[in-house]
């Protein structure tokens, strides 16, 4: 009879395909960790881990199993939540994660004065990481600038955010009133790495205007990318959503004339995961806030060219 213990053993041996690392990770021994495995495979009749030499790599009988498991180790965290929660001892937790997480100090921000028992623990990831973590209940909710698909992925679009493109102020183009995306062809871009939603829009827009960027430089943090802009190494894109984040950027940013650059933004959850109270309190608080901005940049097209205080003007103003 299977035991949980071996299904922990399990999953964190099929994470890093190494003994000595899941050993270390669950603090036991290495030889006890190669018996626990061996037990759960002879208990099941099937090799979980093709070996060769000290490498093993997850078998075809191994990939099957560790979907089950991660469903069934997910489910066993979710009822511990929600009995906490029923007995009151449950202050309340929300994992989330978000592909651009500029838009969170203002959100989560706003939250904790409302709810300031409430834990958040937040990520940034791509859209891909971020499919994988709904599934594996490793997050409750993610705020994605791609649409995230899957079996038992809901999607909520709550907003269109447009993308303009950031230059230094000693730039070429900063006294440009806008821009046209076929003419920046030789110039060298920052943007995030490749996975990410915004990254494989960007990239496509390009290639929709007749070339591949030539990207220079990448970051993970929109901060560190505008910051890179200023410092004169490159040129980015950049959501409208960012440039209001980010009030201290001395960059300029121009809109794009001759392609359509608008991405929209959208909240996904897996609907076979519980959801903490805290959870459902914090999901729609997000969704509040971003149909609070999708009502203020309903006029945001008439900007030409702007940097970030002016933006900032320009939103308060309406």
Request: charged share 25%; aromatic share 8%.
């Amino acid at each position: 009879m299977m035991e949980l213990l071996q299904l922990q053993y399990f999953q964190t041996v099929a994470k890093f395909e190494n003994i000595t690392q899941a050993a270390k990770e669950l603090h036991i021994a290495q030889p006890s960790l190669s018996k626990t495995i061996a037990r759960l495979e002879s208990d099941l009749g099937v090799p979980l881990f093709d070996r060769k030499g000290k490498r093993i790599t997850l078998s075809i009988y191994g990939n099957v199993f560790l979907k089950y498991v991660n469903l069934i180790l997910g489910k066993l965290d979710e009822a511990q939540k929600e009995l906490k929660e029923l007995s009151g001892r449950e202050t309340g937790s929300v994992k989330i994660a978000a592909t651009n997480p500029r838009v969170l100090p203002t959100l989560l921000g706003d939250f904790l004065v409302e709810n300031p028992n409430v834990q958040i623990q937040q990520r940034q990831s791509s859209s891909i990481e971020m499919n994988s973590q709904l599934k594996k209940g490793e997050i409750d909710f993610c705020i994605s600038s791609a649409k995230i698909e899957g079996e038992g992925i809901e999607w909520l679009h709550i907003l269109d955010e447009k993308i303009f493109l950031s230059v230094p102020r000693n730039h070429r183009l900063a006294q440009s009133k806008h821009v046209y995306l076929k003419e920046l062809e030789d110039e060298t871009f920052i943007n995030l790495p490749r996975g990410y939603g915004f990254r494989d829009l960007t990239d496509q827009l390009c290639l929709q205007v007749g070339y591949k960027p030539l990207v220079a430089f990448e970051g993970e943090e929109a901060g560190v990318i505008l910051n890179l802009v200023e410092k004169g190494l490159g040129v980015a894109f950049t959501p409208i959503l960012s440039l209001l984040t980010e009030p201290s950027s001395k960059s300029i940013a121009l809109e794009i004339k001759d392609i359509n650059t608008v991405r929209p933004v959208g909240i996904a959850w897996h609907k076979d995961h519980y959801f903490s109270k805290a959870a459902t309190n914090l999901f729609n608080f997000t969704v509040d806030y971003f149909y609070r901005w999708k009502e203020i940049l309903k006029k945001e097209g008439v900007v030409e060219k702007v940097n970030q205080q002016s933006v900032r003007g320009y939103i308060e103003a309406e």
